[in-house]
């Protein structure tokens, strides 16, 4: 009898046009029913390459691709390919009208950089005829790209961290992130003692410093389970953990949605963020959330289900969407001198 054989044809868009990004190996949480993109692998990215398995792991996730056979590892990011990544891992959804005047309807930035504005990840700059410029396609400055991460991740530090970095360069606005950053372990510098904050960031380096920050990555429903050693974010509904200590924090992204998260068991050293999840659909079951933050609008904490009672979630610390990061305004790299009463605002 004649058998067929039906092949599946896996086809990988490719969302970010050449896209980026930032260090340790793939993270896998144990018993989950995460499922894996087809992996590519880059003719440019290989042997013992020191981001090889940052790389691969984004990837194999589908938050970042080439151009099909290449990375392009050591070119420089642009402000647009690192904003893109960011809005794919955590989900943000809402936009606003479009401000910058160098960003036109077609571009394959033009959504991604109207929900980076709405959620204060990135807003650009205004000209001399303040205009509003995102300059999307600039190279970001390592000083840049940690106020991003940043703004997304609201890296804090202990009070008492000291640097180890001699750079003398590193601007007042961007001087919070990087030490936060530091304090952290997410960014290491570029020789001895060295941030170099003027520096392009590479796309290798980008995919370093999001791997560096996230550890588990889940956007496919499941139930998962297993320690984490950092943090872990969830981007899409239908979402079980159970049984598992999170040594970092928890972000409740906006990919959840107005959709259900089921915590059962769960353990978070750090910080659990509320930015997605419906009223009455997150359900915490015998759960240590830490410091529990709520930046979504509308939701409170008796919106949570509790199965039980030994660890009621904490009163909710007001958020403003990722926090600023800054301490200044920063004036970034290729702008005109400004004129008096001109602004220069958060990257």
Do not use: H
């Not at 940043?150 to 001087?175: C, H, L, M, Y």
């Not at 928890?250 to 949605?257: K, T």
């Amino acid at each position: 009898m004649k058998k067929q054989l039906l092949r599946n044809i896996g086809v990988i868009v490719l969302l970010l046009a050449v896209c980026l990004v930032a260090a340790a190996g793939p993270v896998q949480a144990a018993g989950g029913d995460k499922k894996e993109l087809p992996n590519r692998s880059f003719i440019d990215v290989t042997g013992d390459f020191w981001a090889k398995t940052a790389i691969n792991n984004w990837n194999s996730r589908g938050v970042v691709q080439g151009d099909g056979n290449r990375f392009y590892p050591q070119e420089a990011v642009t402000r647009a390919q690192l904003a893109a990544i960011l809005i794919k891992v955590v989900g943000y959804s809402e936009t606003a009208d479009n401000p910058f005047i160098d960003v036109k309807d077609g571009d394959w930035y033009y959504e991604v950089l109207k929900r980076a504005y709405a959620q204060g990840i990135l807003l650009g700059s205004l000209d001399s005829n303040g205009q509003r410029r995102a300059r999307p396609n600039d190279p970001l400055t390592r000083a840049e790209a940690a106020v991003l991460f940043k703004n997304v991740f609201v890296v804090t530090r202990e009070a008492g961290f000291q640097s180890s970095f001699k750079d003398t360069n590193i601007p007042e606005w961007a001087r919070e992130a990087v030490f936060d950053l530091e304090a952290e372990g997410y960014i290491k510098g570029r020789g001895p003692n060295l941030f170099d904050p003027e520096g392009r960031l590479s796309r290798a380096e980008a995919v370093q410093m999001l791997d560096n920050i996230v550890k588990l990555f889940i956007n496919t429903a499941g139930n998962y389970s297993g320690d984490v050693d950092g943090n872990c974010v969830i981007n899409t509904p239908g979402v079980m953990l159970s049984n598992m200590k999170i040594n970092g924090n928890l972000y409740l992204a906006p990919g959840i949605g107005e959709g259900e998260v089921t915590l059962e068991n769960v353990i978070v050293t750090g910080r659990t963020f509320i930015r997605g999840g419906g009223p009455g659909k997150i359900t915490v079951t015998g759960c240590d959330l830490g410091e529990l933050i709520i930046e979504k609008a509308g939701f409170e904490p008796e919106d949570f289900v509790a199965d039980d009672e030994p660890s009621p979630p904490q009163p909710p610390v007001s958020g403003g969407g990722g926090g600023s990061g800054n301490s200044g305004d920063p004036v970034l790299p290729g702008n005109p001198p400004e004129p008096p009463g001109a602004s220069i605002v958060d990257c």
